[in-house]
């Protein structure tokens, strides 16, 4: 299913497996002639809570257990909202226990519903639950040929003040479980699913992913047509989406979780979401393929305007008000949606109106001013237009969204494949993958629907993958309309805060956008990154992980950290990186980069069209100081490609149309380098006069049998083709160069920093 692109990061072996045991942080997962605890210490690592950390065997402060006036030896202590994703033993059929708010609340403090969820349903729900209440016992029937996860949940009811939540006496009850259901092909039918209809189809849906859960192999087939889900259906989930806003929940519509080789086939339908949903979540499954279906929202959750007329210090914009529901509160516009109001931001990005292109310089444009109504949707904005770029005609994407909820996510999801399932609209990426493996997009991409009269697609990247390993292939879509990329690919690297001893450390999630999903579990190689020259070190195993809140965790090594190394620089996953293979795809009309990969595995970029992207094509990049994206590319072959017409605006790292930019501080001090091995060839380069390649410490750089046709559509920068900054090893040879009097490359068009002359061939 997956081609053999392999890498295989450096490894240790382990001597011993330690446990962490500062302060009571983390027992043991049992001992000889022990039972292991109901819930793992790997389970532990890879719960969200909103408040501090889960704790084994104490309350959320550390005391022990205790629930209306009773103490309990074994348990969990938790502090809501929180969930617990908890593996289910190979012979289990029940599951059983007791859940209160500790009394260490306070008496009559804290209110805590609890919940225990299936893949696709709440299976136990608690009263609602104060101190001093005493336990409510829960037994759950969870056959393990259905479930292999289930999902332990505290909601703080819109208040975690004093909610400690308290899991005591949990236990796994063996027994003769049924046998799973030959796999068979579903019909939507048979579970009342309709197209064409406005009702929700979120009850029946869940039904008939119950039906495939119990017979792994199966496929739904849906008739085709048009499938509504609504935001007040959607089943409240709460982790963690890597380069996303983090809100408390995630309302999750089309729960594909803890499945099993099976298919959901939409025939060419398109699922219209109502809301601000999570559409689509595929997590701790394997061998979920999503096939001939579409991803949109009936409202989208941004607007957009046509400048009707341009004058000195005034616009004037149309905004239909059918599409887009507004008022104008204070002079400036309110948007209105199913279930939310958003005051718009002022500013967002400027569509040709008749080619869908981003005008140049407009990627980030602010249109703010006063608005008067002129009637029929028609504003007067006092704002000069005149000095910019902007003509009649043009179409403001106007945003007022942040990116709560990408078009679908992965996580901890195994061999994945979408087959043509565009996604038109969503309120943050279009697909982010977290901690997977092996993920097939093959056709769809991230694209307009037809008929909408849309300009705009994501509110950020289109394909985001974080953290993840196996192979990405991307292939044959495509790709419009986006904030951002049309794929990212990079590893999340955490800050070292503290070394508590030699072996343990305490670390940091950085970014605000990417917290709380694990980044290290038990067993995992870890590599150190001197963040001052982003170089790394040799490997460590992590013997335990305790998570402490959910921008830190506390990790143990099975060998000492080395004694260079401390607070500021920085730890990544060596066993998480995937090799890349991004092909035949067209990415056009969209902001900040064409692509950007971040990861030392294979990485492949051929017959592509890079059309209109407003910044760089292709960016690699590399940091442990600001977004702590890390993972240093190592083999890069980038061929066979259409570059036409990009990097018409300014964004950050795009110095060129290749643009090779990790962030370094000291740079000068470097003694080793980020990147290496960059092959750019074959390709062609339709472009006006901009550098072609913009490279940072890398090593192992050519530039061969490329076509560059210079034009004048957009002003020149008047700078060299290749900029170098500390790169060694770099060819430039056997292109051929053509328009606006450009000749053949010599050494005057290249630009060297730190980079010795006779580092860099030129034929």
């Known amino acids: 299913m997956f081609p053999s692109i392999l890498c295989s990061p450096p490894r240790r072996v382990c001597a011993a497996l330690l446990f962490l045991t500062l302060s009571g942080l983390v027992a043991g997962a049992g001992t000889a002639g022990t039972a292991p605890p109901a819930v793992s210490d790997t389970d532990m690592v890879m719960a969200g809570q909103t408040f501090g950390g889960l704790r084994r065997d104490l309350s959320a402060e550390g005391n022990p257990l205790r629930i209306g006036g009773r103490s309990y030896a074994s348990g969990l202590g938790a502090h809501a909202v929180s969930e617990i994703p908890v ?3 190979g012979d289990a059929v029940r599951f059983t226990g007791a859940v209160g708010v500790d009394d260490g609340a306070g008496a009559g403090k804290g209110s805590v519903q609890f919940r225990i969820l299936s893949g696709n349903a709440v299976l136990w729900e608690s009263p609602v639950m104060k101190a001093g209440d005493p336990a409510a016992l829960f037994d759950v029937a969870v056959p393990h040929t259905q479930h292999r996860k289930i999902y332990l949940q505290a909601d703080d009811l819109g208040d975690n003040s004093y909610d400690h939540a308290d899991w005591v006496d949990l236990a796994w009850k063996g027994g003769t479980a049924p046998a799973p259901k030959p796999p068979r092909i579903f019909r939507g039918a048979e579970f009342g699913l309709a197209p064409g209809v406005r009702d929700d189809q979120t009850p029946k849906l869940r039904k008939a992913l119950q039906a495939l859960r119990e017979a792994p192999g199966s496929t739904l087939l849906l008739a085709k047509g048009d499938y509504h889900f609504w935001h007040t259906g959607a089943l409240k989930r709460h982790f963690h989406i890597s380069n996303h806003d983090q809100p408390v929940w995630q309302p999750v519509s089309v729960p594909l979780v803890d499945l099993r080789n099976v298919t959901l086939d939409g ?49 004037e914009l149309s905004v239909d008000p059918a599409k887009y ?36 310089g407009t990627g980030d444009f602010g249109y ?13 904005i006092e704002k000069d237009l005149t000095k910019s770029r902007v003509k009649a005609g043009d179409v403001i994407t106007m945003r007022h969204s942040g990116r709560p909820h990408p078009g679908v996510v992965l996580y901890r999801a195994k061999d994945t494949v979408l087959e043509n399932c565009p ?17 097939r997009i093959s056709g769809g991409g991230i694209r307009l629907r037809p008929g909408t009269d849309r300009y705009f697609t994501t509110n950020a990247d289109a394909t985001h993958f974080s953290n993840c390993r196996g192979a990405i292939v991307a292939e044959n879509g495509l ?63 992590v013997t335990a992980v305790r998570r402490t809140k959910t921008d830190e965790v506390i990790l143990m090594l099975d060998a000492d950290a080395p004694a260079d190394l401390g607070k500021g620089d920085a730890v990544e996953n060596a ?4 090799s890349v293979a991004f092909r035949g795809n067209t990415v056009r009309n969209n902001r900040a980069r064409g692509s950007l990969f971040t990861t030392p595995c294979p990485v492949l970029v051929e017959n592509n069209k890079f059309e209109h992207s407003s910044g760089s094509a292709i960016l690699l990049a590399g940091d442990a100081n600001g977004w702590y994206e890390s993972g240093a590319c190592h083999d890069v072959l980038i061929r066979n490609n259409v570059f036409h017409n990009n990097l018409t605006s300014r964004y950050q790292f795009t110095e060129a149309l290749i643009s090779i930019y990790p962030e370094i ?16 060839e074959n390709n062609r380069f339709e472009t006006f006069d901009v550098p072609l390649v913009y490279a940072i410490s890398t090593d192992g750089l050519s530039f061969r049998k490329n076509t560059v046709a210079y034009g004048n559509d957009y002003p020149a920068w008047n700078k060299a083709p290749f900029i170098l900054r500390r790169c060694a090893n770099v060819k430039i040879e056997g292109n051929t160069v053509s328009g606006s009097g450009k000749g053949p490359f010599t050494t005057a068009s290249v630009k060297c920093e730190l980079t010795p002359p006779e580092a860099v061939t030129v034929k």
């Open 368 to 380: 703010r001013g006063r608005a008067t109504a002129l009637g029929n949707g028609r504003y007067r």
């Open 575 to 578: 066993d998480w990186f995937p």
């Open 267 to 315: 025939q060419g339908s398109t699922f219209l979401f109502h809301g601000k949903v999570q559409p689509v979540l595929i997590q701790d499954s394997e061998k979920v393929t999503l096939r001939g279906l579409g991803i949109d929202y009936a409202r989208p959750l941004h607007s957009q305007g046509v400048i009707t007329k341009i004058e000195p210090g005034a616009y």
């Open 479 to 541: 790709y419009e309309g986006m904030m951002d990329d049309a794929i990212n690919v990079h590893a999340t690297c955490l800050r070292i805060e503290e070394k508590v001893d030699s072996r343990t450390l305490r670390c940091k999630y950085v970014h605000e956008q990417s917290v709380g999903f694990e980044v290290f579990l038990p067993g995992e190689a870890l590599r150190f990154i001197r963040a001052k020259w982003l170089t790394p070190c040799e490997p460590r195993k």
């Open 665 to 680: 501080p000291d740079l000068k001090g470097q003694t080793d380098y980020y990147h290496r091995n960059v092959r750019i």
């Open 423 to 439: 996604i038109h609209q969503a309120l943050g990426m279009g697909l982010l993958a977290q901690r997977s493996e092996n993920i």
């Open 325 to 360: 529901p507004h008022e104008i509160r204070n002079g400036w516009f309110v948007f209105k949606g199913e279930g939310w109001e958003d005051g718009d931001w002022g500013f967002g990005i400027v569509f040709d109106g008749r080619t869908h292109e981003i005008v140049a």
């Open 87 to 89: 593996t289910v033993p």
